[in-house]
């Protein structure tokens, strides 16, 4: 029992500690580069997690021309735009440019990247689940769900694969931001197949080479780097009193996420630590019931030549390896957990998780606290132990 309690808090502690830090790195990781994002007015985490993370639905869109004004302002360095719409089988197909690819400092691993419309190149992540090649070609499906409505007025053709980069790159599929606004313009105006006026596929492809008229097009967001920290102060306000979009800061808004993140994790750390409290008491209960089993097993050690140090040194032995035992199934079974949470999560978010990763000194100061709970819960034994009367003892035998 003392075992099992022990490892159920170790268990929940390791995941904590390797949740907690692989959620911070990814998300920190995946906003680098970016200090402001410029989309539709609304909830501004949301637009920070459907551009930066793609883990929400966006807010809603922008007008492309009027984006443009704002991303040509000597004050910035990088306006990257993103145009979402659809999916292929649950993964995202965004509209961007290379500079995309710069970002997350991706390269090609196979192929090219994407020059014309109905180009894609696809993520590492994605490449490996859907066994996806360079040459292939796939129908868009509309929206965010796999099941949404196909959009087979044009394929896209995949002419690059991403290299792996662990960040949320390996799970999109990129297109320039014309295919976007190409498909959705012939979804709208070109009929389906076998009704009159459907376009064939030799219009199909040379509707790929033209160039789409930027005007009353919309993309969802812009992702914004400036050249001084003024802008960044400054433009919230200027976009808000000025236009009908809005400017969020990610570091702002995942501080606030990590803060709503961080109150969770504690509580559930609290819980751990008081299992492991109840792991303790458990230790001390058992040693101190078998101690009045064996106090003549003791005074016979005693007899045969052992110290008073060496039996308070078994009891506490015994106690720690309860203890090593509890921790070494804990973090076993906390990274079988991680797994678990891990594929849960890259189904639903894309997000995974490393349950092979060790955070030596977290985990360090855990086996350390594990430890003291064991000489803890010994001392008072150890010390029975150490005071055992061996002629009252033998006597009463």
Not at 217 to 232: D, H, P, Q, S
Not at 334 to 342: D, H, N
Request: net charge negative; with cysteine; hydrophobic share 45%.
């Amino acid at each position: 029992m003392s075992i099992i309690l022990l490892t159920a808090s170790v268990a929940i502690i390791t995941v904590l500690i390797l949740l907690q830090k692989q959620f911070e790195e990814q998300f920190s990781s995946n906003a680098d580069d970016i200090d402001l994002v410029l989309g539709a007015q609304g909830s501004p985490l949301q637009l920070i997690l459907s551009s930066v993370y793609q883990v929400d639905a966006p807010p809603g869109n922008i007008d492309y021309t009027e984006a443009k004004t704002w991303m040509q302002h000597p004050f910035v360095k990088t306006a990257i735009p993103l145009a979402f719409g659809d999916n292929y089988l649950g993964f995202k197909i965004v509209g961007t440019t290379p500079e995309y690819l710069n970002k997350f400092g991706a390269t090609m691993e196979n192929g090219r990247v994407f020059a014309t419309n109905f180009e894609v190149v696809v993520g590492s992540e994605i490449a490996s689940k859907l066994n996806v090649k360079v040459g292939d070609s796939f129908f868009g499906s509309h929206g965010d769900a796999k099941e949404g409505e196909k959009h087979e007025e044009a394929a896209y053709k995949v002419v690059g694969i991403v290299s792996k980069t662990g960040k949320v790159i390996d799970n999109l599929i990129l297109s320039n931001v014309q295919s976007v606004w190409a498909m959705h313009d012939s979804h709208d105006h070109n009929p389906a197949h076998g009704e009159e006026g459907h376009v064939h596929d030799e219009d199909e492809e040379h509707h790929a080479e033209t160039v789409i008229s930027e005007e009353g097009k919309e993309i969802t967001a812009v992702l914004l780097k400036f050249r001084n920290k003024m802008g960044i102060v400054l433009w919230p306000r200027l976009i808000a009193q000025n236009t009908k979009m809005q400017a969020a800061s990610p570091a702002i808004e995942i501080n606030r996420l990590f803060t709503l993140f961080g109150i969770g994790l504690e509580a559930l750390a609290y819980l751990a630590y008081g299992i492991m409290l109840i792991s303790g008491i458990s230790i001390f209960i058992a040693l101190f019931n078998t101690l009045k089993e064996r106090k003549y097993e003791f005074a016979l050690l005693r007899v045969n030549g052992a110290s008073r140090f060496q039996l308070l040194q078994l009891v506490v032995i015994e106690s720690m390896v309860l203890c090593v035992i509890g921790f070494f199934f804990g973090t076993i079974f906390g990274r079988i957990a991680l797994l678990f949470i891990s594929k849960s999560s890259d189904e639903e978010f894309k997000i995974a998780f490393n349950p092979l990763e060790f955070v030596w000194e977290k985990e360090g100061v855990l086996f350390l606290i594990t430890i003291f709970v064991g000489v803890l819960a010994a001392v008072i034994p150890a010390v029975k132990a150490y005071r055992l009367n061996i002629s009252k003892v033998l006597a009463n035998a």
